[in-house]
């Protein structure tokens, strides 16, 4: 099942980007893992992003990335699409081969770190070149692409993104450029592909969806699914234009309260949804702080009221 697959007339997406719980030793605890990914599916989630910045990939092995992909997707069982950062490695082709094993676990897509094919000093020339050599490595995998963080944030020029668009090997794209203008111009340019574009910046939700986003990939999916899964259900509904716009200015304001502390945030936060996770982090050893878990005390009640205004059983 791919991310290409035609979807019906309208329908829209939400994406969460796992986290991955830890045991009190900081070993993947599969027992938790399990019960997020019940918990994804059951709040709506319509696909999954394993093995990204929030899953902490840069803190897991090699071992440890395909031993976690694997279980969401023998878990998932073909219920919904999953996708999976695949481009690690210190060369194009150990970045190949490492993508190619993460193609085996089942995935749909496996997915490209813009970042990991040039340079911050380096053209987009340069990122295209690779790119295309990179293609011819992996023949036949599809792919996606992720403006991630680190190692570095490289935002894709809608010189290199149309250069993708017309690939037929980009089947996913998770954008964080944040600008609504310049989101604007990447939607316009990925109309009528097969490319699906999916936006991490929360405060976007409801601009990027009418303007032709597929769906929704923020971090704060990890906290309250069910609001981007109404979000992504009703943004195009007339009769619901009110409460659109009310969720959205509560998703913005809330944005902050998640990102600060982020991912032990998410972890307190799914505690409170009765996850029982170990607010742990391999990448973090900064506990959260008396003020930050108040206000994530305060941004649940906030998303208690959101479910009770628009009807939500979560």
Known sequence: MYFSKPML?????????????????????YTKLSALIDFYLSSGAKGLFANCLSSEMYQLSDDERLSLVKHVVKQVNGAVPIVATGSFGDSLHSKADFTKKMY????????????HFATKE????????NLDKFFALTEGIPLGTYECPSPYKRILTPETFKYLTHSNRIIYHKDTTLDPAKIKVKLDICAGTALEFYDAHAPNSAFSLKNGARGLSCIAGNCYPEIFSWMCANVNDPTKDADVRWLQDEITRLDDVVGNGYSLSAKYFLNKRR?????????????????????LDDAYKAVLHCHERLGIKA
């Open 9 to 29: 007339a309208g329908e829209k997406k939400f994406v969460p980007v796992m986290i991955t719980p830890f045991t009190a030793d900081l070993k993947i605890d």
């Open 104 to 115: 085996q676990t089942g995935v749909a897509g496996v997915i490209l770190i813009t970042s």
């Open 122 to 129: 380096e053209s987009d020339t340069v990122l295209m070149s």
């Open 275 to 295: 996850l029982n996770i170990e607010v742990n982090s391999r990448s973090s050893k900064t506990a959260l702080s008396a003020e930050q878990m108040k206000n």
